[in-house]
C-alpha cells in the first residue's frame, strides 16, 4: 500500500499546450497576436485573423507532430484537467446552451481510463488546447477530440 502511495506521489502531471489569437494594437486593423503557453514558443503577430488561424492551426500541428516522434501520450501521468481542478468541463455553462442535466453529468465526472492526448479548440477560433488527460474527462470535454491512447504505466513491485 504504501509503495503505491509512493508511485502515485512520484507521478507527473499531464502535459498542457495552449495556443490564442488575441486582439493585437487597434481592433479596427484586425491584427492579431499567436501566443504559445511553451516558453520556447515566440508571440507571432499577424496582420489578419485569418492569417493568424491558419498560422495557430501550423502551430498545434507542429506541436502534435513533436508529441507523436517524442512516443505519444505518456501513461505515467496524472491528468492534465485534474489539474486544473477539471475545470475545462465543469464550468457553468451559458445559459440556454444546456440544460441542467448536462451540467450535473459534467460536474459528476471523475478522472479515470487511460491517459489519452486531445485537441480542444473554442468555436470562436481563439484558443486550441493540446493535453494529455485522462479518458473520462476527455470525454467530458465539449468539442475534445482524443487523438492518441497511451499504453499503460508500468507496475512496479510485486511478483510478475
Keep these: 500500500m504504501t509503495a503505491e502511495a509512493d508511485t502515485q506521489q512520484e507521478r507527473a502531471t499531464g502535459r ?35 492569417e493568424g488561424r491558419r498560422a495557430a492551426v501550423e502551430h498545434v500541428n507542429l506541436h502534435l507532430s513533436r508529441i507523436r516522434e517524442g512516443g505519444g501520450p505518456r501513461g505515467d501521468v496524472w491528468c492534465g484537467c485534474r489539474a486544473a481542478d477539471c475545470a475545462w468541463h465543469t464550468a457553468e455553462a451559458p445559459e440556454g446552451r444546456h440544460g441542467g442535466a448536462a451540467r450535473s453529468a459534467a460536474s459528476a465526472v471523475r478522472c479515470g481510463g487511460p491517459v489519452v492526448l486531445t485537441v480542444y479548440a473554442d468555436r470562436a477560433g481563439r484558443l486550441w488546447r493540446i493535453a494529455e488527460t485522462c479518458a473520462r474527462c476527455a470525454a467530458a470535454i465539449p468539442e475534445c477530440r482524443v487523438l492518441d491512447t497511451a499504453p499503460p504505466a508500468p507496475r512496479s513491485g510485486g511478483p510478475g
Design 16 to 50: 498542457v499546450w495552449v495556443v490564442r489569437l488575441d486582439p493585437h494594437g487597434r481592433l479596427a486593423a484586425g491584427a492579431v497576436r499567436l501566443s504559445c503557453s511553451r516558453q520556447a514558443c515566440d508571440d507571432r503577430r499577424f496582420p489578419s485573423t485569418a
